[in-house]
Nanobody
Framework: QVQLVESGGGLVQTGGSLRLSCAAA????????VGWFRQAPGKEREFVAA????????DYADSVKGRFTISRDNAKNAVSLQMNSLKPEDTAVYYC?????????????????WGKGTLVTVSS
């Protein structure tokens, strides 16, 4: 069992920045691929960014490329999502998800472990 806790959400104006964090309670965090997903009201959950367990590979949704950066610190059991140039359409609940896998976590169906989410609201 892996417990994931997201933090860092909040209210920000268009063009602003936020940094989300995902803290994992597990001894073997370095074995887990991690992904960030988001769900806006009335919409399906969608992929945002993912990082492999070694941090050697990352992947981003086209809508966030060049604006968001995912990183991880396995020594601290944490993955971060730096979000810059935020837009109103980025408003959503952001979730981190993890799986003990070498694969990139860019599909919400891949992960057995999810956090409860953190709300990001971008005002226009």
């Amino acid at each position: 069992q892996v417990q994931l806790v997201e933090s860092g959400g909040g209210l920000v104006q268009t063009g602003g920045s936020l940094r989300l964090s995902c803290a994992a309670a597990t001894r073997a965090f370095g074995a887990y691929g991690v992904g960030w997903f988001r769900q806006a009201p009335g919409k399906e959950r969608e992929f945002v960014a993912a990082i492999s367990r070694s941090a050697g590979t990352t992947d981003y949704a086209d809508s966030v490329k060049g604006r968001f950066t995912i990183s991880r610190d396995n020594a601290k059991n944490a993955v971060s999502l730096q979000m810059n140039s935020l837009k109103p359409e980025d408003t959503a609940v952001y979730y981190c998800a993890a799986k003990n896998t070498i694969a990139i976590m860019n599909n919400p169906n891949y992960s057995p472990y999810w956090g409860k989410g953190t709300l990001v609201t971008v005002s226009s």
